[in-house]
T-cell receptor, first 114, second 112 residues
């Protein structure tokens, strides 16, 4: 099993540019989570999906952030336009809902917005 | 809603000394409990978990945790730490079919 796959691993962009982060969950998992981690705010849940449907997006900072899950094996987190305060490490995690919900994390994408 | 409290944000400890990282949760129903570890510049990985049964749970790298239902605690312990244990440790709680809740993390620094 390849685990949760995230791409890119590092992204450096300029303020105002669109950024797209990608995640491939573990095969067979039906829940997917996007987290953001910063020194100031720690680990924050942005949004999660069950069976490709967004369940709770209350953690999404503002309208500049959007997430999609077009199928069970792929999700994207998009920031448009990006701002320097969006600089963080973004993690994707997946699990099989209706079990004990152990989450498996990807390696993260380190985003730097200049 | 459930919450997870990690009482210590930073824990410095000398090499080969014992350590305890504290975690308390708020829930009136049965929960599943987890400890994750995050090494510098890496993602989170599972250290150990309590689902049911024995209240003493053993994990990887010599760590163990004890579930105490009456005190709603799930403290993490290691009898003798190594330099390589320097990392961020997260306690988490979940219930079947529901959201995962993470604590704010404890930064463990092992001093040579």
């Amino acid at each position: 099993d390849a685990g949760v796959i995230q791409s890119p691993r590092h992204e450096v962009t300029e303020m105002g540019q669109e950024v797209t982060l990608r995640c491939k969950p573990i095969s067979g998992h039906n829940s997917l989570f996007w987290y953001r981690q910063t020194m100031m705010r720690g680990l924050e849940l942005l949004i999660y999906f069950n069976n490709n449907v967004p369940i709770d997006d209350s953690g999404m900072p503002e309208d500049r952030f959007s997430a999609k899950m077009p199928n069970a094996s792929f999700s994207t987190l998009k920031i448009q336009p990006s701002e320097p305060r969006d600089s963080a490490v973004y993690f994707c995690a997946s699990t099989y809902r209706d079990s004990y919900n152990e989450q498996f994390f990807g390696p993260g994408t380190r985003l730097t917005v200049l | 809603a459930q919450s997870v409290t990690q009482l210590d944000s930073q824990v410095p400890v000398f090499e080969e000394a014992p350590v305890e990282l504290r975690c308390n949760y708020s829930s009136s129903v049965s929960v599943y409990l987890f400890w994750y570890v995050q090494y510098p510049n890496q993602g989170l990985q599972l250290l150990l978990k309590y689902l049911s049964g024995s209240t003493l749970v053993k994990g990887i790298n010599g760590f163990e945790a004890e579930f105490n239902k009456s005190q709603t605690s799930f403290h993490l312990r290691k009898p003798s730490v190594h330099i390589s244990d320097t990392a961020e440790y997260f306690c988490a709680v979940s219930r079947t079919g529901n959201q995962f809740y993470f604590g704010t993390g404890t930064s463990l620094t092992v001093i040579p």
